[in-house]
């Protein structure tokens, strides 16, 4: 068994074993249990009763977080020449189409967010094999293939973030950064499991949300009631 450094000794006994907590005071608590140099992620992980390899009950959705990521996020957006301008002034850092493509093409993929218009999916489309395992191929259900770019990128810099449902039936994202003050996270966090209840399948039976933890980059999971969300 490995032993434990002096920063993991410091915070060993701040989260009590098998305790639930509430929202709130978890995202009081995950700045306190964080012992890294860098301003790490606070993640949130749902665990659903659903089963997501049936289609009736596959969740995913979008949500805006109302306090923002804390982090810059690197929007391309690939569109036809008329929409460029109004790309570029509502904040995209990459703005084009063939010669981004070309890119794509060649492995370049440093970017958070690919955003692109309906004509412009014959062109994108191909580029699934590279983009999907990345989770940067553009999808209408997210938002990111839409008519209107200049929105969909400034909602996009201003907190809005997609999630899914995954095999096991657990949504894992990023609500922000410790940086972040306790209210800015607990805002977010309470923001996307509201989100997540909303989107709740008719066909799901039982137990909808199984567990909830919250952590930070590198600490330990914070275990949360999931009655005090609601």
Known sequence: ??????????????????????????????????????????DIDVRLGVDPRKANQMVRGVVSLPNGTGKVTRVLVLCTPDQEAAANEAGADYVGLDEYIDKIKSGWTDVDVIITMPSCMGKVGPLGRVLGPRGLMPNPKSGTVTMDVAKAVKEVKQGKIDFKVDKAGIIHTSIGKVSMSPEALFGNAKEFVNTVIKLKPAAAKGTYIKSIFISSTMSKGIKVDPKSVE
């Open 1 to 42: 068994m490995s032993k434990l450094t002096k920063n993991q000794k410091s915070v060993a006994d701040k989260v009590e074993a098998g305790k639930m907590y509430t929202l709130k005071e978890a995202t009081e608590m995950v700045k306190g249990i964080t012992t890294t140099k860098f301003d790490a992620s606070v």
